[in-house]
């Protein structure tokens, strides 16, 4: 069956001009609308105005031009029923063979700062995805396009058949449905929002594809790399990449993890991280001097790790940097000089991104088998807490400085976690431990000498005062934890026997 008529109406006219030229010149009839008509016909393509096919006007500033019977009768027909045949003769309707529609710029129009509610509800587009679905229904007979992308795969098919393959319409139909969906994705996403709805009754989230990743955790996995429409500019997913080899599945869940570590902080601050924990988080007066605190942290588990640093990286860093086996530097920028110096690492990954704050958090999904988990971003941080000092001594100015930062970052370790900082570094790390006094253990352990008068910090309350009694003896002198165990008075009295200053925030840090 071959392709004698199509419609075309688009909003994105790339490339639209040479495609439709194409079509005339093998012999298709082309009816068109609005503005898509208005430039084919500027370009010199014969075109047939939508109206002259339904018999009725554009009306209501183009709110109503394709939704009448010629136009959908000719769509939806099934060409090989005699019942479908006889209403198209009975009714004078010409069959529509080819489909080339695009939508309204819904998501492009409230990206735009302040945009009006009502420039976004003008933006829904009602008769384009009502034509793409019906053709795609009927895709056995009906060709359609909905992506500038497919227009030169389609034309190598008519010029050579004169139709298009039964294999490209099924996949050009299954991408429309793909497409719709994801319209229609976005659009109810923003109008939940606008409504102040929090827990719809259902769900529907769209991604658009980034890249192609080799392999997921394992090389026998096979993983995929998906940004979402609208999300934050302050994200891997929106990271510019200036040197270095393809980023892989752990590579881009560790830099994420990464950059949730360094957002935290305001003063120059590096964070070297491996699988999905930092090794080490220092903070200075300049990038140079973060960085020499994080590598001093841990110089053994930053090899092959992940750096993300809140401030452009300058020459002096990137020296020392460069000495290092990394798998990626994260920054906001590179000077020139130190792009030089990095970029004489072949394989060594580069990124770029906002540091903007992020207006609004994300959700956090989490796949299950047959089911999806949904929370608020865990975005409480110390200036939020409701601060009780349980003990005899309360913190000196340095101990509140080590027991803030050791607050920030085990917020960001897997639980259960304990994090020892002194002097703007960490200087112990204890992850994913079964129980708390084991996270503890860990973390003094790795500290050794540098734990005695360092501050201690927990992502939930000690049910037990075995974790006091080893800060303590490793020389620990402050402790801040959410508190709230109902054997809080036996750490409290721990802490007071040996000296400790202790902090409650009220609330933990979970994070599995």
């Not at 110390?382 to 970052?409: G, H, N, Q, Y």
């Amino acid at each position: 069956m071959a392709i004698k008529r199509a419609l075309v109406s688009v909003s994105n006219k790339e490339g639209i001009v040479p495609f439709v030229q194409a079509l005339v010149e093998n012999g298709v009839e082309v009816i068109s609308t609005g503005g898509t008509s208005k430039v084919l016909k500027e370009n010199g393509v014969k075109v047939i105005g939508i109206s002259e096919v339904t018999g009725f006007p554009e009306i209501m500033d183009g709110r109503v031009k394709t939704l009448h019977p010629n136009i959908h009768g000719a769509l939806l027909a099934v060409r090989d029923n005699p019942e479908h045949s006889k209403a198209l003769e009975e009714h004078n309707i010409t069959p529509i063979d080819l489909v080339v529609v695009n939508l309204y710029p819904f998501q492009a129009t409230i990206a735009k700062p302040d945009v009006a509610f009502e420039d976004a509800i003008e933006n829904i587009d009602i008769g384009g995805p009502t034509m793409l679905r019906s053709a795609a229904k009927n895709h056995g007979d009906v060709a359609v396009v909905v992506d500038p992308l497919d227009y030169d795969r389609v034309l190598a098919d008519i010029k050579e058949t004169g139709d298009v393959s039964k294999e490209l319409k099924q996949k050009l139909a299954a991408k429309v449905f793909r497409h719709t969906a994801a319209y229609d994705a976005v659009i109810s996403e923003y109008l939940t929002k606008q409504a102040g709805e929090e827990d719809p009754e259902s769900l529907t989230v769209t991604f658009e594809k980034r890249q192609d990743l080799r392999y997921g955790e394992n090389p026998h996995q096979k993983a995929t790399f998906y940004k979402k429409p609208l999300g934050s500019e302050s994200s891997i997913a929106a990271a510019n990449q200036l040197h270095g080899k393809e980023l892989s599945y752990n590579n881009i869940n560790d830099a994420d993890a990464a950059l949730s570590i360094v957002k935290e902080f305001t003063k120059p601050a590096v964070v070297a991280l491996k699988h999905m924990n930092p090794c080490g988080v220092g903070v200075g007066e300049t990038v140079e001097e973060a960085f020499d605190k994080a590598y001093a942290a841990d110089p053994v588990s930053i090899f092959g790790g992940i750096i993300a640093t809140n401030r452009e990286v300058d020459a002096a860093t990137a020296l020392k940097m460069k000495e290092i086996f990394l798998e990626i530097i994260i920054a906001p920028s590179f000077s020139e000089e130190a792009l030089e110096i990095l970029t004489s690492k072949k394989n060594l990954r580069l990124l770029t991104l906002s540091f903007a704050e992020d207006k609004k958090p994300e959700k956090k999904m989490t796949s299950i088998h047959g089911g999806l988990l949904v929370q608020d971003e865990d975005t409480f941080g110390l200036d939020d807490a409701t601060i009780i000092i349980p003990t005899k001594r309360e913190p000196t100015e340095e101990e509140w400085k080590d027991l803030e930062l050791a607050w920030k970052v085990v917020k960001h370790v897997k639980s259960n976690a304990i994090v020892l900082a002194k002097d703007n570094m960490t200087i112990g790390v204890g992850a994913g431990q079964m129980n708390r006094v084991g996270s503890a253990k860990i973390a003094i352990e790795q500290a050794g000498e540098k734990a005695n008068g360092s501050a201690m910090g927990s992502d939930a309350f000690f049910p037990m005062p075995d974790t006091v009694e080893e800060a303590a003896k490793a020389g620990i002198t402050a402790i801040i934890q959410p508190g709230g165990s109902i054997r809080d008075e036996d750490s409290i009295k721990k802490c007071d026997e040996f000296g400790i200053a202790m902090v409650f925030t009220g609330v933990r840090h979970f994070k599995h």
